[in-house]
């Protein structure tokens, strides 16, 4: 339930579609923004709650443990394209290792030790190719490039294109920014 605001209140609901693809992975994208402002604006009006009943803190006191004792901490954030993980080890009080694993790094992994493809390539299965070309090499991959970008707009800026079909091979990479930088 959206509440009234510049449109009236309304009622916005999800279904789980029965086939994936770009446009469905880009739909459910757009209704991922009503469902998390409207939890922003209810937080938001928790605080206020808060705020009149002086149950807030601006900070919590902290002191870094500085014993010998190896400590490991880790964190989780559900980003716009996938889950981001921060992984820290912290050894007398210094931090001895730190990693982040980004969205990317898990969509767009190689396929695992069980033959098991990657979120990307999964979903570039199958794809029909809509784009026509009058030789192999003319083709620019841009349903490909379609699909891929719906998980990650950055993504198509670093793909590469490997045809055979014909018993001719062409890997290139390609480069269709979408952000207008390579005008």
Request: proline letters at 8%; charged letters at 25%; a negative charge.
């Amino acid at each position: 339930m959206l509440p009234k605001g510049e449109y009236p209140e309304t009622v916005v609901e999800w279904r789980i579609p029965e086939e994936w693809n770009a446009f469905e992975r880009n739909r459910g994208r757009a209704y991922c923004i009503a469902y998390t402002a409207a939890v922003a604006l209810d937080n938001w009006v928790m605080g206020l709650e808060f705020l009149k009943q002086g149950k807030t803190k601006v900070s919590t006191p902290f002191t870094i443990p500085t014993d010998r004792k190896v400590r490991l901490g880790i964190g989780f954030w559900g980003a716009g394209r996938g889950y981001l993980t921060h992984h820290l080890v912290a050894e007398r009080g210094l931090i001895s290792n730190y990693q982040i694993i980004t969205p990317s790094t898990w969509c767009a992994s190689p396929r695992d030790p069980f033959g098991q493809p990657g979120p990307y390539e999964e979903a570039v299965m199958n794809t029909p190719i809509l784009e026509e070309a009058e030789k192999p090499e003319d083709l620019t991959g841009i349903d490909i490039l379609r699909v891929i970008r719906s998980f990650d707009p950055c993504m198509p800026c670093t793909t590469h294109i490997f045809l055979d079909g014909t018993g001719l091979v062409i890997t290139r990479e390609v480069n269709t920014c979408a952000c207008g930088l390579e005008d």
